[in-house]
C-alpha cells in the first residue's frame, strides 16, 4: 500500500492535537510524514479556555485530533474551539479525528427527561464547523448515524488480528461480555479461527452487573475476553466469575479503549486468572496503570491511513467497524 508524498502530503495538510493524547497524534504524524502543527490552549482567570491555532490554516485541509477522555467535558469545549477556529481561519476542510469517543454510551432515551448526549455532542461539532469526523469502535454503533457530516466509523480489528496471530489459539475461544457486542468478537474469532461465545449480562448500575450464564462452551478452554471498553471493571469481573464457574481456563482480556477508571487497575490486578490485557493507545494509558501484563497496541496506523485516504480520495471502507470480510480488515501498511 503506497502512501501519497511526503512533502505533497505536508503542503496540503495541517495537523492539530488538542490536550488529551499529544503521544498519538504524534504517531499519526509520524505515520503520515509530516510535522504536528502548533497550538496554545490555555485559561484566563474567570476559567474560560484560549485556544490558538499556531500556523496558518488558511487553503488547507485541518486535522484536529483529540480522544474525549477525563477531563471530558475541558476536552470536549477545547477540541469544539480548535475546530471553530480552523474554520474561521478559512481552513478548506476541517477533519476531527476522535480515537475515543466517550458519549457513545449515552445513544438512547432509557429514563425519563435526559440527554442523548451522543446525538448532542455530534450536533455540537457540526455546529463549531468540522466537515468530517473519524472516531473508533463506538460503544453502541448507530451514534455513527447521529452526525450530520461524513463520519468514519473505523475498528481496531487490525491491530488485534495482528497481535494474536502470533498467539497459539490451539485451544481457545473469544467471549462478548454480551449478546449485543457479540458481532465485533465473532468477526475477532472468525479472523482467528477460533471458536466464539457470549455472556448473559444484565447492567444494574455503572459500575456493576449481573452475569446469568455464559452462551456457548467454554469449559477447559482458554478465553479471549473481547470489549469495546474496560472503564471500572465491573463487567470483567462479573465475567470472570462466570467463566471461571463454567470451567475456563486461562483468561486473556482484549478492548479497544482502556479507560480504566476508578479503582479498576487494582480489580485487574487481584484476578490471577487473567494472563495478558491487550488494549489500545486511543486514550492515553498513564503509568500508574500499566499493570506488568499489559500490552498496548498503537491504532497510529489506522487513523494515519484514513487520513491519507480520505486526502487522496481513496475508499476507506476496509477499516470501518463491521466491515463484512475480516480479513479486508487487516491492512498492510
Given at each position: 500500500?503506497?502512501?501519497?508524498?511526503?512533502?505533497?502530503?505536508?503542503?496540503?495538510?495541517?495537523?492539530?492535537?488538542?490536550?488529551?493524547?499529544?503521544?498519538?497524534?504524534?504517531?499519526?504524524?509520524?505515520?503520515?510524514?509530516?510535522?504536528?502543527?502548533?497550538?496554545?490552549?490555555?485559561?484566563?482567570?474567570?476559567?474560560?479556555?484560549?485556544?490558538?491555532?499556531?500556523?496558518?490554516?488558511?487553503?488547507?485541509?485541518?486535522?484536529?485530533?483529540?480522544?474525549?477522555?477525563?477531563?471530558?467535558?475541558?476536552?470536549?469545549?477545547?477540541?469544539?474551539?480548535?475546530?471553530?477556529?480552523?474554520?474561521?481561519?478559512?481552513?478548506?476542510?476541517?477533519?476531527?479525528?476522535?480515537?475515543?469517543?466517550?458519549?457513545?454510551?449515552?445513544?438512547?432515551?432509557?429514563?425519563?427527561?435526559?440527554?442523548?448526549?451522543?446525538?448532542?455532542?455530534?450536533?455540537?461539532?457540526?455546529?463549531?464547523?468540522?466537515?468530517?469526523?473519524?472516531?473508533?469502535?463506538?460503544?453502541?454503533?448507530?451514534?455513527?448515524?447521529?452526525?450530520?457530516?461524513?463520519?468514519?466509523?473505523?475498528?481496531?480489528?487490525?491491530?488485534?488480528?495482528?497481535?494474536?496471530?502470533?498467539?497459539?489459539?490451539?485451544?481457545?475461544?473469544?467471549?462478548?461480555?454480551?449478546?449485543?457486542?457479540?458481532?465485533?468478537?465473532?468477526?475477532?474469532?472468525?479472523?482467528?479461527?477460533?471458536?466464539?461465545?457470549?455472556?448473559?449480562?444484565?447492567?444494574?448500575?455503572?459500575?456493576?452487573?449481573?452475569?446469568?450464564?455464559?452462551?456457548?462452551?467454554?469449559?477447559?478452554?482458554?478465553?479471549?475476553?473481547?470489549?469495546?471498553?474496560?472503564?471500572?471493571?465491573g463487567s470483567i469481573v462479573a465475567m470472570v466469575d462466570a467463566l471461571r464457574a463454567e470451567g475456563c481456563k486461562r483468561i486473556t482480556l482484549a478492548c479497544t479503549h482502556g479507560v480504566f477508571s476508578g479503582n479498576?487497575?487494582?480489580?485487574?490486578?487481584?484476578?490471577?486468572?487473567?494472563?495478558?490485557?491487550?488494549?489500545?493507545?486511543?486514550?492515553?494509558?498513564?503509568?500508574?496503570?500499566?499493570?506488568?501484563?499489559?500490552?498496548?497496541?498503537?491504532?497510529?496506523?489506522?487513523?494515519?491511513?484514513?487520513?491519507?485516504?480520505?486526502?487522496?480520495?481513496?475508499?476507506?471502507?476496509?477499516?470501518?467497524?463491521?466491515?463484512?470480510?475480516?480479513?479486508?480488515?487487516?491492512?498492510?501498511?
Open positions: 500500500m503506497s502512501r501519497c508524498d511526503e512533502s505533497e502530503l505536508s503542503s496540503q495538510l495541517r495537523v492539530f492535537s488538542g490536550s488529551s493524547h499529544p503521544e498519538l497524534a504524534r504517531e499519526i504524524t509520524d505515520y503520515l510524514g509530516c510535522e504536528l502543527s502548533p497550538s496554545l490552549t490555555k485559561r484566563f482567570s474567570n476559567d474560560d479556555l484560549y485556544v490558538q491555532l499556531g500556523v496558518s490554516v488558511r487553503a488547507k485541509a485541518v486535522v484536529i485530533i483529540q480522544s474525549l477522555c477525563s477531563p471530558v467535558s475541558d476536552n470536549i469545549i477545547e477540541m469544539l474551539m480548535m475546530v471553530d477556529a480552523a474554520r474561521s481561519a478559512s481552513a478548506t476542510t476541517v477533519h476531527v479525528v476522535i480515537p475515543y469517543f466517550s458519549y457513545g454510551r449515552s445513544d438512547k432515551k432509557d429514563q425519563p427527561r435526559i440527554s442523548i448526549t451522543a446525538r448532542l455532542v455530534a450536533d455540537l461539532i457540526t455546529t463549531a464547523g468540522a466537515s468530517h469526523v473519524m472516531t473508533m469502535t463506538l460503544h453502541s454503533p448507530q451514534v455513527h448515524g447521529f452526525f450530520s457530516i461524513p463520519a468514519d466509523h473505523l475498528t481496531s480489528h487490525a491491530v488485534f488480528v495482528r497481535h494474536f496471530r502470533t498467539k497459539d489459539l490451539s485451544n481457545t475461544v473469544v467471549v462478548s461480555p454480551d449478546i449485543g457486542h457479540a458481532k465485533r468478537a465473532t468477526k475477532l474469532a472468525r479472523a482467528l479461527g477460533v471458536g466464539v461465545a457470549a455472556g448473559d449480562k444484565e447492567r444494574v448500575a455503572d459500575d456493576r452487573v449481573v452475569v446469568a450464564g455464559i452462551i456457548g462452551e467454554v469449559a477447559n478452554k482458554n478465553v479471549i475476553l473481547f470489549d469495546d471498553e474496560i472503564a471500572t471493571g479498576s487497575i487494582e480489580r485487574l490486578r487481584n484476578i490471577c486468572e487473567i494472563d495478558e490485557i491487550v488494549t489500545t493507545n486511543t486514550v492515553p494509558i498513564t503509568p500508574e496503570k500499566r499493570l506488568p501484563n499489559m500490552t498496548v497496541l498503537s491504532v497510529a496506523p489506522i487513523f494515519g491511513e484514513a487520513i491519507r485516504r480520505n486526502l487522496v480520495g481513496l475508499s476507506v471502507g476496509a477499516l470501518f467497524d463491521f466491515w463484512p470480510n475480516p480479513d479486508d480488515c487487516v491492512p498492510t501498511w
